[in-house]
């Protein structure tokens, strides 16, 4: 059973930085694209940034040059660096990963459960 579990959220005064860490434990073959999503209360659950198996990245408009995604293939772990947050960035963080658990097996995305990050003005 493949698990995601997420840390590094918290309050934090605006301008301030966090870094998110998602890891995933399991039986595991290969993790491929990996993605941080965000959700406010009343919005819908946007992509902030993702980084492809090579180290490829992409960040939504809202956080570019102020957030830095990163990934540690040995430890099967992906990271969000927050920096100059605003209190707009306030929401519940998400890590998805798509991976697969056997040799030549299909793809699944799997979810961590989230959290909480606070911006206070």
């Known amino acids: 059973q493949v698990q995601l579990v997420e840390s590094g959220g918290g309050l934090v005064q605006a301008g301030g930085s966090l870094r998110l860490s998602c890891a995933a434990s399991?039986?595991?073959?290969?993790?491929?694209?990996m993605g941080w999503y965000r959700q406010a209360p009343g919005k819908q659950r946007e992509l902030v940034a993702s980084?492809?198996?090579?180290?490829?990245?992409n960040y939504a408009d809202s956080v570019k040059g102020r957030f830095t995604m990163s990934r540690d293939n040995a430890k099967n772990t992906v990271y969000l660096q927050m920096d100059s947050l605003k209190p707009d960035d306030t929401a519940v963080y998400y890590c998805?990963?798509?991976?697969?658990?056997?040799?030549?097996?299909?793809?699944?995305?799997?979810w961590g459960h989230g959290t909480q990050v606070t911006v206070s003005s």
């Open positions: 998805k990963m798509e991976l697969q658990v056997h040799v030549g097996g299909p793809q699944f995305a799997y």
């Open positions: 399991g039986i595991i073959f290969s993790i491929n694209a």
């Open positions: 980084i492809t198996s090579p180290g490829s990245t």
